[in-house]
């Protein structure tokens, strides 16, 4: 990593950007530790899955505070965007990007353990049928790329266009949901032993995506009164 003095692009000179650079190497890392958090995040998820707070539990091990606690938006909220630099006066040590939001990781991280035990079934022929392995991995990827677009939003401060993002994100997840409830077609015993581990998990990620929803019209209103 190397620092520059200039402010701005001088024609096409980008060694003279401001700010901290970054080479590949040092973006590899970066990411490697944020995949190291999101795995630390279902590690947690993993251990107090029969916890019936495990989502304000998981945040609390995480070190989010009131993270994914409530619904206020005060600094410790999901909407802070407080922790993305050190003190005033001192040097970050290192960026903030979307990896790092609180709503990006447990998404993400429950995403991912959805998407591996249904994996386990799906690629099994005599398990699920291909039409119904398809249907729902698509509808995972689909819930989660308007989540991940929805925390985009977030990150960004467009409150309005999150709760429309979010909003789609649900509608997929409702689908998730039916797909669910369908009578497994070939082996019922394993279809049900992933829908019974399943539910919580997609049930959680409305929870979450409620709160952030409910947070960003609070964020909304006070805006509007505000300008009143």
């Known amino acids: 990593m190397s620092d520059f003095e200039s402010e701005s692009f001088q024609e096409n000179d980008w060694d003279e950007c401001g700010g901290l650079v970054w080479n590949e190497f040092d973006w590899e890392g970066y990411l490697r ?8 995040y279902l ?7 029969g916890h019936s707070e495990r989502i304000d539990e998981v945040a609390h091990l995480m070190g989010w505070e009131a993270g994914l606690r409530g619904t206020d938006t005060t600094d410790d909220s999901v909407l802070s965007k407080d922790d993305r630099s050190d003190s005033p006066g001192t040097t970050p040590i290192e960026p903030y990007t979307l990896h790092k939001n609180p709503v990006f990781i447990a998404t993400k ?8 035990s249904w994996e386990r079934i ?18 995972l990827y689909r819930g ?15 409150y309005a266009l999150a709760i429309s993002l979010f909003k789609r994100g649900l509608e997929e997840l409702n689908r998730t949901l039916a797909l669910a409830a369908r009578p497994a077609e070939r082996t019922p015993g ?22 952030v929803m409910n947070e960003c019209r609070e964020e909304l209103g006070r805006c509007i009164d505000d300008e009143g």
């Open 33 to 40: 530790e944020q995949d190291d958090i999101l795995h630390r």
């Open 43 to 49: 590690g947690y998820y993993e251990q107090l899955k």
């Open 109 to 116: 991280a429950i995403y991912l353990s959805l998407k591996r």
């Open 122 to 139: 799906a690629f099994d022929g005599a398990k699920v049928s291909q039409p119904s392995a398809l249907a729902m991995q698509t509808s």
């Open 144 to 158: 989660e790329e308007q989540a991940v677009l929805g925390v985009q939003a977030l990150d960004l401060g467009d």
């Open 190 to 211: 394993a279809f049900s032993t992933w829908r019974d581990d399943a539910l919580p998990r997609l049930f959680d990620l409305r929870e979450i995506w409620l709160r």
